[in-house]
């Protein structure tokens, strides 16, 4: 029996078995599909542990074929999420049939069905895949799309996570397909057959790549190098090669030659674009440089023309080698010399082994193709089967397809012998050891060997060096990459784990039979294992209850039974026996679990335990291995790995106690003998013999537990308050020191860790330290420190041990410790040289810190002391001062432990990490230590654990960052300062995308109507909760939605007058109704700009487009007035560009941030007929908000062919806007089709209709604006006065073409000016001025001459330019072409004339549209006032025009001009200054315009004066509307009270001569006014004032069909000058907007100086380039900075997501909603006097300081003096007084810091301190008070900075009552204190706690370091200060000291003083 125990003796227990069933066949089985069938049989039977045993089996098995086996696969994975911190998951793909099942689960949850796919023909693979989505953008990451791939014959589909499908046809037969870091590899298959021809041709490529699903698939080049020759690159060719493994991470692949039979290893990368060239030029196989047309070309039509039809029997398929003789086990039939089927790839790769002879490849080069075409075309690609491909012409020429990939060749196995050679590796993986080599492992199942390769990467950074191979003999292997270990299966059919290539132990799978077990002639023996079948003791009751259940494939429930029947027959049944089951294959390896497949067919999965659980003992293993060279850490972890998981190994209490043991046992140390590590009670005892315990459910307890708890440090520390009366308690031995253990022998020396114990020690000094600093640890530092002061002891190393002893005073007693170590046995250690160096303490290291003395360097392990490094470098950065501290200084703060074979390996990290440069230069050093914490990772919960006195640095440069951030912080630095609001706002959330409880989408409340007129108006979408604050105090929303609905009847009120019959009454009625339509049309025009951007639409509903309704309601008896009751005349399509129109308008709801699809687009399309012109609208407008560009071309295409005008009009001009100024290709193309002047001369007349012939040329204007694009400037220039035809083409709406080519050559040239490069020669400005003036026609260059040759019939022009056709759209391309350039003699030009000769030749509007263009040419002199308005009056029309009333007008001047051109040029003026000031709400610009608009109608409205008459009504009219729109230009998006007054008058006029026309102005100036519900204002840029020329040019239409001046749709463009500019406060934590104040700074500029007003937000800001600064003041709420001098990238990106600006209210402040005036603060009456009130503050009141509902929870629970507290008053009193001091000054997070404080000093007065942590932190506390960084601060009064965090009272009374509890004892135990710094040992126990308190607190150095000094010479205070101050020991320590000293030096005595 004694080799079984000797077996087990290092075995360790697998957990938590469980039979394992693909989750895919199970959902399978509900999938309506003929697979069910199938997979039905293919279920192993579940009888099959029946009575008759085996025969079930072999029955069960029977019954499925081999075939049908084959048809499922599956492979699993680690669920791989980037984005969230779940937990760990795995991730299975299954395949069946058709079907392709995704599906994942974990430990907390069942697995579920993520996705599941089903596919039109067999899946031949299925794969997970990653592509990279490179981005445009240089800064921006690679977007990573995970994607699942489905291989079918023909195609692969491939399914994105983020629901994007792609489906890739095949263009040849694959075999498989591998995913790589770069995309997919595909490896051909071999399609082989008999006829050979062309023998010199190269083989096709077998391996090619796809980077994306929508990329080519291209061929991936191969570069190698031969022994015999220089580099080559060529394609991968060669057939015997095929991949066998790919990797993503390093990228290599892995492939097998079957000829050679070799493994080799290739790195994959992208093609570098030498390689790329090199490989077009193509050198042939015999180096003869080919012509490159013939394998790329070839391949490329190929793989470009394929078609399903054609791919399987395409000539691709064919090109192969002979191959199908070649046997691989019979190497010398095909020995490599007689071969002929090489490539020269084959060739290349193969030469690199070394047991080839060189001529080996001469024959080589000759190749067979076969090439046969079964399609239909007949006849080959190739012409005859004796030409080459060379000299074939009849390919047809391509480019050749680019290769994206290379593999470049890594290493290859060498083979000396034919035994040697192998098979293909059926497995291979990449597994990493416990010291972090990393191996790559292929499994040779022919040789059943798994040959391991070590290789570890370059000094470059993708280079790999392959070193020594390692082969363990295997069946079966599988990685376990969480452990960092490897599965074998041997040949014996037993598991071993090995890590890396060193074996580490067998591993013992409850309820399996060991093979060895299973001898039947062993019969008796059988017993004893089975019976002893353990679980280990970490499994919990579930796993046990399950083995329990009947469908257990294990013995187990057998054993049961046999154990309590002893008769029953089963051990004699042999059969059985033999048929017991054994392990066949491993499989599914994920983390630490995998698959074991069973001989019977069943699989198990199990999980091997991991190297340690607890976070202690995994830092002391990384610590240990990290010092250790490579072999003796890898021996240490395989020991300690054996011992903690042998079956029935420790649970968890008492892993760090076995670890102790086995740690030092490794040392050398009898652990026996020592006391307190006899007292360390585990389990299993470390005798080489470990019986396997019982399996036993862990929640019963056992004895061993009751010992634990006995032998427990807190049942020493209770025994020192014994309860009394307990019976049978013995009192346990007290582990004090070591007093007790007798002579404890010496160590022994050949343990393995022996020569390392300094270095060891010195590493786990460093952990300790670094868990000091972590409060969640210190459990774990109180372990540590047992260990450390035995080594310290045995090292003889008294200044740790003192370090310890003033850590932990009560744990550590005495020092008179017997050494257990000889001075011989010394010399045999390696002593590292940083062991003698000073004792490395942390907090003494941070403390010298903020007492200003120099530190020296403090070492730490990287990757292991992370904390330490981070806080160390905080200290220095912050409390140093040194800005450097964290890039280039770091080595004089850190040094860095490095281990000698860990120098290579850690060096780069370090040197990566610290070049993180801080992302903001400047700043002050609390912004860098922020911005550089978060750099390295750390949050807030970090902070949260780090130690309060450590903490406080950190916490004071937070709250500094608190109160002024910086804007463009990240989320994550946002977050570490609490800063909310900051992190909302970076977070980019925009308030569209919020959840409706943002409450800006719930839509207004409609007034309360009927049902019937609770119809739609388009107008509900307004956030009421903005605009409310906005406009709080009246309803002027509602009365702008009732102006502008136009879904309702109107009112038609027509007196009956007794003398009208009925019939005319009706009449009448019509006719009135006629009249308010013209009104109604117009409307939507105004409603479009009043609802802009306001709506995300559903993407599964249609638009909802409110019904332009056309009928009216009579009263009194409210009867039905219809226009179509054909008593009146009604113009024909009088309804077509009103419903255009309001299409419009619903379209522009929708925001530009919604998601808007291509088929949403099209889902939209009406039905019926009449609503198409809606539909153009809502295209349009699409257009406008830029979501047309998703409509795909086919649609668009789709559209257009369907000849209707309206949707061409719309689309045109919604394409081009979507693209403006962006000169797309695609788009111009599509216009040039409507321009005749842009088709080629000869091209075919195509017949298109005039209104989309001016949409098209506006829509020129619009792609190519501010381009200066020369062609299409010269074309727009001829067709401004393009001449009409002959016939009637171009003679009808001829204004209307030339304006808008006027418009467009403005837009093309906008704002160049003179400086139009290359257009010299076109006369630009001299040809518009004649146009303008009119004059000879100039003879017709260019290309359209021949189309202009003969006259019109209908028009007679004769040979001068027609001005009334070309004035308007020259005028407004010279001002477009000069706009801003203040260029004073294209200005002049453009005055009015000066003499009554002039004013007769010029029509009065054209005065306006040139007083205009001049105006805004000469933009900076603009000026908003009356005196500048009136100044662009001509002297002549200013001395007349009053003279009207007198006779003194002189009879050649024609009055009526006179004052038509006044009126008009007034009116121009007023135009520019709106202009001007658009957007801007300037307030003398407004009352200037108000003053003329009101002067228009008072001229309009009193109808006596002479000067109505004169001028007449449509004129003064037509100026009233544009001095009207240019003041609400001014005023847009603020909704100014007058002008809506103004528009409601005008709104309300529908007699005489208003219009369609005028109407649509009126409320055009009405939706501007209100533009985007108050949220959108106008730009003033180049781009802004073109759309606005062209939208609100001065000619309205007279009625609803005229599109003769100046086509209808164009008004829409004014939506292209609107710009968010809404700045919306919202609360952070309501998530409601609320008011706030602003502070906006404005740059200097040539008008006035930088100034700062304060606006009340919500609030229109002005332009931002105009801007210097904006910020959110206080008191309320929290300031926050938004600085435009650096750029306007952040606010604008904060504008264009609804505007809002989170802010966070500060504690105690009420919003000024509440509280307007702000008396209602809870502060307000504290500020005057505070210590009164501070006891009066009532704990309920906290809910208004703070949300935080562990704050409020603390006022509830420990604030209020409740019964129980009675006797505990002054504790809630000082609670309270905290908790008040915290809320108020807006540092909750300190709460927990002042109460430690409190405890420490509490603590500290009655002498309980055990360990003297807390008073570090004080220490430190008081330390950082009078450090000098914050006294500097403090005396900078520039700054009005507050002190420390802390509050000002609250510290000094802490400090001296610290001070006083440790005076008070020193006068009471003086002799201790003496008996220290005298190094004399001392004598009472009591008093040691209290004395490491007060050297702790003073911070008195060591008495080693003090005895160095010789303070025993010293006879006088001076002398002591010098000696003192070198030691770094503050003044009033010494105070204390120095009687002492120098009592002692002089009586010798330690009287007390």
Known sequence: MSNVYEERATMIAAGELQSFVPFGREHCKNHPNAVNLQLRQLQPASELWSSDGAAGLVGSLQEVSLQERQKESWQLRKGSTVTTDEAEYEEELYVAGHMVIWSRGSKSQASYVYKAFTVDSLVQQALWCNFTVPQSRKDEKDIIEQSVCIVQSMCVNVHTVSGKDFISPLPFQVSTLWPTKFGLLFERKNVT???????????LPTLFSMLHPLDEIAPVVCKSTGLFETVRLQYVSDNALRVVFSCEQPSVIMTYDALQCTHTVWALRKVTPEEQSTVLKCPGPDGSAQTPMATHSFLGTHLRNVTRLDSPGSPLHCHALHNQGRVPSSPSLHSRAHSPNISSMAALSRAHSPGIAAPSFTGGQRFNISCHSPSARGHSLLASPNSTLNETPLLPEMEPILPDLCVEQLWTETTTTHREKSCQASKVFITSDLCESRYLCFLVESHQQLRCVKFLEGNETNQLIFASVTTIPAKDAAPLEDIDALLVLETNGSLVLYTGVTRVSKVFVPGLLSPNFSLPNHLPSLNTPLENVSTPAKATVQHISRLE??????????????????????LDDSPFQQAAPHIQALRDPVSNRVTLELSSGLMLRITVPEVATSELVKRCLQAIRFILPKDTAMKVLVKWY????????????????????????????????????????FEVPLSPVIAPKKARPADTGSDEDWAYLCASDYHCQAL???????????????????????????????????????????VLHLLYEDLKLDELQRSGARALVSLLQQLARDLQLEEYIDLYWRDYPSFIKTFKEACVIDQAQMGLMNWPAYLNSEVPCVFGWLSKCLRGQDVPPFPYLPGICERTKLLVLSYALYVVGDENAISINVSKYLSRLSAGQKKGFTEPALRRQSSVKPSAPSGCLAEKLVVWLTSAGFMLKDLESVPFGVALPIRDAISQCREHPCSEWSEEVCALIGRQDLTKQAHKVSLAKGKPMVGLNVPLEPPVTTEADEEEDGMADLHPEVTGLIWSQDLRLQEVRRLLQSSRPVRVNVPHLPEVSDHEYIEEKENKLLQLCQRTMALPVGRGLFTLFSYHPVPTEPLPVPKLNLTGRAPPRNTMVDLNSGNIDVPPNMTSWPSFHNGVAAGLKIAPASQVESAWIAYNKPKSAELANEYAGFLMALGLNGHLTKLATLNIHDYLTKGHEMTSIGLLLGVSAAKLGTMDMSITRLLSIHIPALLPPTSTELDVPHSVQVAAVVGIGLVYQGTGHRHNAEVLLAEIGRPPGPEMEYCTDRESYSLAAGLALGMVCLGHGSNLIGMTDLNVPEQLYQYMVGGHRRTHAGINREKHKSPSYQIKEGDTINVDVTCPGATLALAMIYLKTNNRSIADWLKAPDTMFLLDFIKPEFLLLRTLARCIIMWDEILPNEEWVTSNVPQIIQENIGLQEEALVSEDLNMETLVQAHDYIIAGACMAVGFRFAGSANLDAFECLYKFARNFMQSLTTTTTSAATVSGPYNLQTCLSMVLLATSMVMAGSGNLKVLQLCRFLHKRTAGEMNYGFHMAHHMALGLLFLGGGRYTLSTSNSAIAALLCALYPHFPAHSTDNRYHLQALRHLCVLAAEPRLLVPVDVDTLKPCYA??????????????TTVELMAPTMLPELHLLKQIKVKGPRYWELNIDLSKGTQHLQSILSRDGVLYVKLRAG?????????????????????????????KPEAISTFTSDAALVSFAEYFCKASENMKHKQETVALFSAILYECVTQENPEMLPTHISIDQAVKALERGELSETFCLWQMKLVLELCESGVLQQRLRDTRRQSRGLLLSSEFLPVMKSSADRALDRWLFDNSRALQAYVSGQPTNEDADTSMLACFLVYHSIPSFRKMANTELDESSSFPELLLKFSQLGVPVRALLRLSPLLLHAGVFGSGLPF
């Open 1709 to 1737: 402040q009420l919003p000024y909603k509440d509280d307007p005036r702000g008396w209602k603060s809870l502060l307000a009456p504290t500020v005057n006097n505070r210590n009164p009130e501070v006891r009066t503050f």
């Open 642 to 681: 054996n011992i903690y998981n042998a079956p029935g190994g420790p649970s968890m209490h008492q892993e760090w106690n076995l670890f102790v043991t086995c740690f030092m046992t490794l040392m050398g140390y009898n652990t026996e003998r020592l006391a307190w590590t006899r007292n360390l009670h």
């Open 720 to 762: 020192a308050h014994p309860v009394a009366g307990l019976p049978g308690l013995e009192p346990a031995a007290p582990p004090v020191g070591m007093e007790d253990g007798g002579p404890v022998g010496g160590l022994e020396p050949s343990a393995l860790l022996f020569p390392h114990i300094p270095s060891l020690f010195y």
């Open 549 to 570: 259940e009947a469908d257990m494939p294990s013995p187990v429930s057998e054993v049961r039974s046999s154990l309590q029947h002893h008769e029953s027959s089963w």
């Open 1637 to 1650: 104040m602003l502070d906006v700074t404005y740059k200097e500029t040539q008008w006035y100086d930088e």
């Open 193 to 203: 057959s008999d006829a050979p021809m062309s023998p010199t041709r190269e083989p």
